[in-house]
């Protein structure tokens, strides 16, 4: 199960930095919040928060797959975190080090909710359902 999780994770993260989300941060059965802090531990692991609602309709497949941007270099931040879709608010949390060490101060994160259904080949059909950029505050842990 754990290594299926993360190959989901790791698929949603390639369409979210290869397709990029085309629209806001809701649609009304689907939202993604972004909590406006993240810890950087002393060896360089970030993490950040926020939580997420999801339809019904998306139950199996459904992760919130998160970036952190500083500068010019962009990271995933974990492994996409598998989202229970009951219509109800749950938080999210995920825990990853960044390509290159990030310092305290702002940092660009995007908080994007995507659901991966089988497809006719080995590529999942990807649908986008929700999508959150915020600035946020990293601290020292």
Not at 11 to 30: Q, R
Not at 81 to 108: F, I, K, M, N
Request: with cysteine.
């Amino acid at each position: 199960m754990r290594g299926r999780l993360a190959v989901v994770g790791v698929i949603g993260a390639l369409a979210v930095s290869v397709a990029g989300p085309a629209f806001g941060a809701t649609d009304g059965a689907n939202a993604v919040t972004v909590a406006p802090t993240g810890v950087i531990a002393a060896d360089g692991t970030v993490t950040l928060s926020g939580t997420y609602h999801c339809s019904p309709s998306a139950a199996h497949g459904t992760v919130v797959d998160t970036s952190l941007s500083t500068g010019s270099v962009t990271s995933n931040i974990g492994n996409g975190v598998p989202a229970v879709c009951d219509g109800l608010e749950h938080p999210w949390t995920t825990s990853g080090r960044p390509y290159q060490p990030v310092a305290a101060g702002p940092a660009q994160v995007r908080a994007t909710m995507v659901h991966l259904a089988p497809g006719s080949s080995l590529i999942p059909n990807i649908t986008f359902l929700a999508d959150q950029p915020q600035t946020v505050v990293l601290t020292n842990g």
